[in-house]
């Protein structure tokens, strides 16, 4: 058990809806990360807040977004669902920001399904 | 953008056979990381890697960094049945504090008993 917590498990939706994925950190851990998993892009960088703040985006789309509450609890907001959205979504947290030496551990992940 | 690329992408061994896996990139990272990934599960980090030329091990594990920060490898000694999994590796250079991982595709290891 890595210490983050995603919610929920599974997620089956339609098209054109939209939906939040929620994600916990590790206790102590400032900085929380997306990332999407398909079979055909693998895993892929989405976005990175530090502290609340935005602190770097990777390949995520417009539709997309993110933000990191006072308790540093993050949300991921993906909306006007497409079929091609259907992938792992996970969470990672670590202590710090772009400092190194302390990695990313991630959560179990969320499992979306838009049908 | 970055891009890695690892091999095999699959491999079918023996029980008890050593392993040996990597990956190569078309940019310099100054961290090199290694994740294994069970089924329905997050990866999990198995050895992180700070320095060009750092070997690092972690029991049966040994990865590399490659001196010209561009690879590493991984190799895993007597392969036991929880080594089955998906291995990947992750690259990162961090600038201005953001530090997001590039990922290989990763190695599917399935080892027959």
């Known amino acids: 058990d890595s210490g983050v917590t995603q919610t929920p498990k599974h997620l089956i939706t339609a098209t054109g809806q939209r939906v939040t994925l929620r994600c916990s950190p590790r206790s102590g851990d400032l900085s929380v990360y997306w990332y999407q998993q398909s079979l055909d892009q693998g895993l892929q960088f989405l976005i990175q807040y530090y502290n609340g703040e935005e602190r770097a985006k990777g390949n995520i789309l417009e539709r997309f977004s993110a933000q990191q509450f006072p308790d540093l609890h993050s949300e991921l907001n993906l909306s006007s669902l497409e079929l091609g959205d259907s992938a792992l979504y996970f969470c990672?947290?670590?202590?710090?920001?772009?400092?190194?030496?302390?990695?990313?551990?991630f959560g179990p992940g969320t499992r979306l399904t838009v049908t | 953008g970055q891009q890695l690329n690892q091999s095999p992408q699959s491999m079918f061994i023996q029980e008890g056979e050593d392993v040996s896996m990597n990956c190569t990139s078309s940019?310099?990272?100054?961290?090199w990381l290694w994740y294994k990934q069970d089924p329905g599960e997050g990866p999990v980090l198995l050895i992180a890697?700070?320095?060009?030329?750092e070997l690092t091990s972690n029991g049966r594990l040994t990865a590399q960094f490659g001196i010209t920060r561009k690879d590493s490898f991984l190799n895993i000694s007597a392969s036991i049945p929880s080594d089955v999994g998906i291995y990947f590796c992750a690259g990162r250079y961090s600038g201005g504090g953001a530090d997001g991982l590039t990922f290989g595709k990763g190695t599917h290891l399935i080892i027959q008993p």
């Open positions: 890697l700070y320095k060009a030329g």
């Open positions: 940019s310099i990272f100054n961290t």
């Open positions: 990672a947290s670590s202590v710090a920001s772009g400092t190194g030496g302390d990695e990313q551990y």
